[in-house]
C-alpha cells in the first residue's frame, strides 16, 4: 500500500520559536494532503486540506497566521507552527488521499516548553 | 450538522470471542463513505474497513465485517475471533464533502 512519512516523528521546542513538519508521500503522488491534531485520548480534528501549488483550506477556528501550510509539490506537504506555545503542544498527523482512500503518516508529537 | 456518533467510550471482549462497535451518522449527502480506522499505542492510524454508501452489501476484511443501515444511519464493526492484536481505539470515519472522525472506542481484548 501506498506509504506516508513524517519528519520529525517527535520534537521539542521553546515558546516562540517556530517548527516545521513535514508530510511526504513516498510511493505516490499526493494531490490533496491533510493535517490532523490529537489530543491525548481524543478523536483527530481535521485542522487543514492542503492542495498543492494552491492554498490550504483551514477548518473554522484554525488560527492560518499560526499554523502555516505549504504543499509545494506532489509529495511534499509542511506544517509549519509559529511562534509555538505550550497550548499548542499535540500530536499532529498528516494524510493523503481522497474521500474514498486516506493513507495517513505515523504522527509527530510536539512539545512546547 | 453532520456529526459521527460512538456511543461507546470502551469496550471489552475475551480473547477469541465477537464484539460489536457502535457507529451513527447523520447527514444530508447521499454520496460518501465510511470507515473504520484502528489506532494502536503506536498511534499509527490503521485502515480497517471501508464502506462505499452506495453499495448495499457490507463490506467485510476476514474477522472484520460491518453492518451498514444507510437509512438508518448506522454502521457498527463486528470483529470475530478476536485477538491480542486487536486492541486499540477504534475510529468511525465519514468522508462526503467534509470529513467527520467519531470520538473512538478504546476496545480492550482479555486474554
Known amino acids: 500500500g501506498a506509504v506516508v512519512s513524517q519528519h520529525p516523528s517527535r520534537v521539542i521546542c521553546k515558546s516562540g520559536t517556530s517548527v516545521k513538519i513535514e508530510c511526504r508521500s513516498l510511493?505516490?503522488?499526493?494531490?490533496?494532503m491533510f493535517w490532523y491534531r490529537q489530543f491525548p485520548k481524543q478523536s483527530l480534528m481535521l485542522m487543514a486540506t492542503?492542495?498543492?501549488?494552491?492554498?490550504?483550506?483551514?477548518e473554522q477556528g484554525v488560527e492560518k497566521d499560526k499554523f502555516l501550510i505549504n504543499h509545494a509539490s506532489l509529495t511534499l506537504s509542511t506544517l509549519t507552527v509559529t511562534s509555538a506555545h505550550p497550548e499548542d503542544s499535540s500530536f499532529y498527523i498528516c494524510?493523503?488521499?481522497?474521500?474514498?482512500?486516506?493513507?495517513f503518516g505515523p504522527g509527530t508529537r510536539l512539545t512546547v516548553t | 450538522a453532520q456529526t459521527v456518533t460512538q456511543s461507546q467510550p470502551e469496550m471489552s471482549v475475551q480473547e477469541a470471542e465477537t464484539v460489536t462497535l457502535s457507529c451513527t451518522y447523520d447527514?444530508?449527502?447521499?454520496?460518501?463513505?465510511l470507515f473504520w480506522y484502528k489506532q494502536p499505542p503506536s498511534r499509527q492510524m490503521i485502515l480497517v474497513i471501508r464502506q462505499e454508501a452506495y453499495k448495499q452489501q457490507n463490506a467485510t476484511e476476514n474477522r472484520f465485517s460491518v453492518n451498514f443501515q444507510k437509512a438508518a444511519k448506522s454502521f457498527s464493526l463486528k470483529i470475530s475471533d478476536s485477538q491480542l492484536g486487536d486492541a486499540a481505539m477504534y475510529f468511525c470515519?465519514?468522508?462526503?464533502?467534509?470529513?467527520?472522525f467519531g470520538t473512538g472506542t478504546s476496545l480492550t481484548v482479555i486474554p
Open positions: 492542503s492542495n498543492e501549488g494552491s492554498k490550504a483550506t483551514y
Open positions: 494524510s493523503a488521499g481522497d474521500r474514498r482512500e486516506q493513507y
Open positions: 447527514t444530508s449527502e447521499s454520496d460518501y463513505y
Open positions: 470515519v465519514f468522508t462526503g464533502n467534509q470529513f467527520y
Open positions: 510511493d505516490f503522488q499526493a494531490t490533496t
